[in-house]
């Protein structure tokens, strides 16, 4: 099948600083991605959709100004968590539609620790 | 709003017994439901969609609109079918749709 690709895997930072992580569609292109997040035994929460050439859709809750993304390109977006506080950490997962497949593919998985 | 339920966060089973991990939904219209498995230390991957009335990995799951259901079953658990699983909810069409998951069920089948 597809492959998503995240980078990095994990990241540990220091409160007040940025980070920034990558999602590649590594064999197709997709003009839409999304980004969750996923918190210790709970579910993935949708955090927005980013739409290639345009702004990022975001979901009720979630700080535009916090969590910028960024769809730079048909196989890449980012999602730069500014200001990074230890409530930042978490697990963020983006997934991307290969529409001719018909399925939706999800990365591996960036796991985000602020000290 | 919709809204995913896994009433279940665990659920253990021995080799060959029957497996069945439950899903409710809330949602004004048609939706449609999957079932998404991550095995450990993998990545999250599509199991099965209503839509496709198919059968993956000894896996089937009805949609009962009656009841808000998408129960995942299987008759026969085997150990490689330990991990865990979540159920979820578009509410449009097309595989660009962002989805409702639900918490998760790990399920663990033991010898």
């Known amino acids: 099948g597809a492959v998503v690709s995240q980078h990095p895997s994990w990241v540990i930072c220091k409160s007040g600083t940025s980070v920034k992580i990558e999602c590649r569609s590594l064999d197709f292109q997709a003009t839409t991605m999304f980004w969750y997040r996923q918190f210790p035994k709970q579910s993935l929460m949708l955090m927005a959709t980013s739409n290639e050439g345009s702004k990022a859709t975001y979901e009720q809750g979630v700080e535009k100004d916090k969590f910028l993304i960024n769809h730079a390109s048909l196989t890449l977006s980012t999602l730069t968590v500014t200001s990074a506080h230890p409530e930042d950490s978490s697990f963020y997962i983006c997934s991307a539609p290969d529409t001719f497949a018909g399925e939706l593919f999800f990365g591996e998985g960036s796991r985000l620790t602020v000290l | 709003a919709q809204r995913v339920t896994q009433p279940e966060k665990l659920l253990s089973v021995f080799k060959g017994a029957p497996v069945e991990l439950k899903c409710n939904y809330s949602?004004?219209?048609?939706?449609?439901l999957f079932w998404y498995v991550q095995y450990s230390r993998q990545r999250l991957q599509l199991l099965l969609r209503h839509i496709s009335r198919e059968s993956i990995k000894g896996f089937t799951a009805d949609l009962n609109k009656g009841e808000t259901s998408f129960h995942l079953k299987k008759p026969f658990a085997q150990e490689e079918d330990s991990a865990m699983y979540y159920c979820a909810l578009s509410g449009s069409t097309g595989t660009a749709s962002k989805l409702t998951f639900g918490t998760g069920t790990r399920l663990q089948v033991t010898l």
């Open positions: 949602y004004s219209g048609s939706p449609e």
